[in-house]
């Protein structure tokens, strides 16, 4: 099922001069350290280096932020938070020093927005973050209500880029979470039920150990939530500003922090919602093993939304639930880009 070329991209290293060819065993920089990109601002990386030595929870608290620009021969591959680099040259970290980047790890997935999204209208896919593993989808379950809508945008963006996805129901002091768990628990979504100040524990376990990108709307409480995670978020990200100049008003992109208990949350404030526009129709389908065979018997081109589908003729036969079917149709309908709407 996995069809997306991570690497299509990948860096060519010219052969050095005289030296024996390098191979995949060998890297060409043996003197490299490792670097986790946790922001990108024109053209500058800004990476955090762990010390080799020491316990993970020493290392974590040690680490250093250390910004880098791109070696040459990594010619034109882009770089993007959550990318693991290998950086030469001055990694002190220190004031004003600048490393090289040398090399970018084998992504393990890549995450991207695509043309239709309401903010981005020029018609360009592009990577948001590589090598997650878990979108985090944050809905609050009242002020602001919510976006079935939304939430299936995403679920579709995650089954497309192979990260599993985890539905993260906010302001549970506001509203009960029955029915918004109700429509996504039998699509297999897992979910955990948060409020401010309660216990995160549930969350903790599904973050620690992963690379977790965080989306949602304005207003879900995503902040409080990373304030709560990472005590020093405040104080990490303004870190990250700094280094890269940026102000803090500006810094829409996403940011990596890392998490206390280890593991990756990624913040993605300039990203509300993904495009689908670059998903397929077979990809939204392949979340939906009970439907997928019933299309064999759909007329060729089947949008599978009405009108000749054999889903409805599956459906009623039994195969699968209703609900299952209009959950697909909801996907379908919203990767072709009708607006999101509170839900009722
Ligand atoms: N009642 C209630 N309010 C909450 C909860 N979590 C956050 N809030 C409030 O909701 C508002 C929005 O929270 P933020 O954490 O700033 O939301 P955000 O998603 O980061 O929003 P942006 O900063 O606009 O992206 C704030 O006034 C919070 O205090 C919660 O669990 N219950
Ligand atoms: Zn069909």
Not at 127 to 136: G, R, S, T, Y
Not at 266 to 291: Q, Y
């Amino acid at each position: 099922m996995k069809k997306r070329q991570y690497d299509e991209d990948d860096v060519r290293v010219r052969p050095g001069k005289g030296s024996r060819p390098r191979t995949r065993i060998r890297p060409a920089h043996d003197d490299a350290v490792e670097g986790f990109v946790v922001a990108v601002d024109r053209g500058r990386y800004t990476t955090l280096v762990h010390p080799e030595k020491g316990s993970a929870a020493r290392r974590r608290q040690e680490a250093r932020l250390v910004v880098a620009m791109k070696a040459r021969e990594l010619g034109r591959k882009g770089i993007v938070v959550g990318d693991r680099v290998a950086l030469v040259g001055d990694v002190s970290g220190r004031p004003d020093t600048l490393a090289r980047v040398v090399r970018v790890e084998p992504r393990t997935s890549m995450l991207r927005r695509s043309a239709d999204d309401t903010d981005d209208t020029d018609g360009i896919e592009r990577p948001v973050v590589a090598n997650a593993d878990q979108l985090v989808i944050v809905t609050a379950l009242a002020d602001p209500p919510p976006r079935p809508r939304m939430i299936d945008r995403i679920l579709v963006a995650a089954f497309d880029a192979d990260i599993d996805p985890l539905l993260c129901l906010t302001k549970s002091d506001l509203a009960p979470p029955d029915a918004l768990v109700a429509l996504y628990e039998p699509l297999g979504v897992p979910h955990v039920v948060v409020h401010k100040g309660g216990a995160l524990d549930k969350l903790r376990d599904h973050l620690r150990g992963h690379v977790s990108v965080l989306v949602g709307h304005s207003g879900v409480g995503k902040s409080t939530l990373v304030n709560a995670l990472v005590p020093d978020a405040n104080r990490a990200v303004s870190q990250v500003n700094a280094v890269t100049g940026r102000g803090r008003h500006t810094s829409t992109s996403a940011v990596a922090l890392e998490l206390p208990e280890g593991g990756w949350i990624i913040d993605t404030p300039g990203v509300r919602s993904f495009g689908l526009a670059h998903v397929s129709v077979e990809t939204v389908l392949a979340g939906f093993p009970d439907l997928v065979e019933g299309t064999v018997h759909c007329p060729k081109g089947c949008t599978h939304l009405g009108e000749g589908c054999a889903l409805d003729a599956w459906v009623a036969a039994g195969h699968a639930g209703p609900a299952r079917l209009e959950s697909l149709r909801r996907l379908l309908s919203s990767r072709e880009g009708a607006p999101d709407e509170p839900a009722t």
